[in-house]
């Protein structure tokens, strides 16, 4: 965890599809009167395209390089910010080390279950390029244990963790805003 003397400016919200990043991103935002930025939202917005077309058409590796650019405009324009990452933003080049070294800027690992995720993307999986062809919840329920695990890697380096399992979005604000 970073030490410094200087007052947290931003909030960094990073976990796996389906935690809650952009949910929780939001009203934190909300709760501090500081502006929101999701950076699925921000690729989008740039590009014209959804992510799921972006992906689609230029491809996964086109959209990871882009994910980056757009990660480093936005932490370097950041003050005041809730940052809501994407599920992959944390687990590609050198990204983890650019969000713990961004200046003023916490991290916060929202981690959730294999279950619980598998419960909360399967009715949801066709905005998600990534899991969408997905036949059975069973099958996405395995896909997901191997990737978070894959991923907790990154995931885990984050300054902070918070479980969101069974947590409103105000509750997990409260906790978010109640840590040191
Ligand atoms: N704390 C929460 N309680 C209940 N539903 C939630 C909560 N956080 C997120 N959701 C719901 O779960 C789904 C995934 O949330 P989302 O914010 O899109 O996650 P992420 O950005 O991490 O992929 C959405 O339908 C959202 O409304
Ligand atoms: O986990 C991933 O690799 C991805 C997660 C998505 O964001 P959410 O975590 O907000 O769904 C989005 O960036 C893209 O579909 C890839
Ligand atoms: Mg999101």
Known sequence: MKISKEPISNIVLLGYMGSGKT???????LQMSWRHLDLDDYIESKK???ISQIIESKGILFFRKL??????ELLEGAEQTVISLGGGTPCYYDNMKLII???HTRSIYLRANVPF??????PEKAHRPLIAATTSEENLAEF???HLLERSVFYNQADFTIDV???????LVREITGLG
Do not use: D, H
């Not at 994910?67 to 480093?72: A, R, V």
């Not at 995720?117 to 399967?122: G, I, N, P």
């Not at 399992?165 to 509750?171: A, N, V």
């Open 23 to 29: 949910t929780v991103g939001q009203e934190l935002a």
């Open 48 to 50: 014209k395209m959804t």
């Open 67 to 72: 994910e980056q650019t757009c990660l480093i």
């Open 101 to 103: 070294e961004a200046p």
């Open 117 to 122: 995720l598998t419960y909360r993307l399967f």
């Open 144 to 146: 997901i244990g191997k």
């Open 165 to 171: 399992q069974g947590k409103s979005p105000e509750l």
